[in-house]
């Protein structure tokens, strides 16, 4: 029986290794499904059991068998990549920047339900992966060192050490590592700056994509209608969100040094 089965997967089946696969699962099948059957059959419990009492329930273990290994072939496993990546946001994110990223969430949590159509849904699900990809480059950007109030108490130290300096070589090392802690000024304010403009960017995106998700749940009333207005209006929704979801990914804070002359 077993050979019998392998063969009928290998004549209308697939080919090649998943054939081959295809072929020997079957017959592990078949057998398992086999001796089931047999330890029904040659049961002592079952012993005392009508013959075709005994037979109806071999032929029932070996058509649950068969049952449960097509079951695979039928399921489907529906992973959803937004909360994925929700989950792998580090711990170390700012509240602000979290705080945006479960409002971007929850968008797609209701548009993949509400929005009909294929486009406008993988649309609202690429924006939101979007924030959520940049959120966690974001945490990686953190500036290390003194503070900023203890470089400017260098800063004065220094200064005064200057002024008060008499010697020529004292006084330009001095001036060296004023130099160098005012650099470290100007890292870290460039950094904050990132920052400022990747949440100002991260809220105009969470937004496009809430006044995207709100036109597109009611596209399907204006279609009733006969309106092609709000078709318009939510094909350049569309264009706004993918915009502001590559100027988003185009933003990476402390990608470029500032200069040693910035202030």
Known sequence: MAAVV?????????????GLIGALFGAVMALV?????????????????????TTAIAAAAMGLVGALAMLPRHLQVALDPV?????????SLDAEVRDLCTRAAAIWSTA?????????AALVRDGVLKTLEVAAKSAEVVP??????????????????????????VKAQYQAARAA??????????????????????HNHVAAL?????????LEAARAASSGAAVQQLEELSHDVAASGEALLELEIGETKPSAGAA
């Not at 392998?6 to 998943?18: Q, W």
């Not at 086999?34 to 009492?53: D, E, K, S, Y």
């Not at 929005?115 to 406008?120: E, F, M, N």
């Not at 809430?210 to 009611?218: D, M, P, V, W």
Request: charged share 30%; proline share 5%; hydrophobic share 40%.
């Open 33 to 53: 499904a086999m001796w089931c059957a047999l330890r029904i059959g040659h049961a002592r419990q079952t012993g005392h059991w009508p013959p075709l009492v």
């Open 210 to 218: 809430e006044k995207f998700e709100l036109a597109a749940t009611g």
């Open 144 to 169: 290390t060192g003194s503070s900023e109030a203890e470089l400017a108490q260098r800063v004065a130290d220094l200064d005064q050490r200057i002024a008060a300096a008499t010697d020529g070589e």
């Open 181 to 202: 802690v005012g650099d470290q000024q100007r890292y870290r304010e460039h950094i904050r700056q990132g920052r400022e403009r990747l949440v100002a960017r991260m």
């Open 112 to 120: 993949k339900d509400r929005i009909a159509d294929g486009a406008g």
């Open 83 to 91: 909360r994925a990546a929700l989950r792998k946001l580090p711990p």
């Open 6 to 18: 392998s063969l009928a997967i290998a004549v209308g089946g697939p080919r090649g290794l998943r």
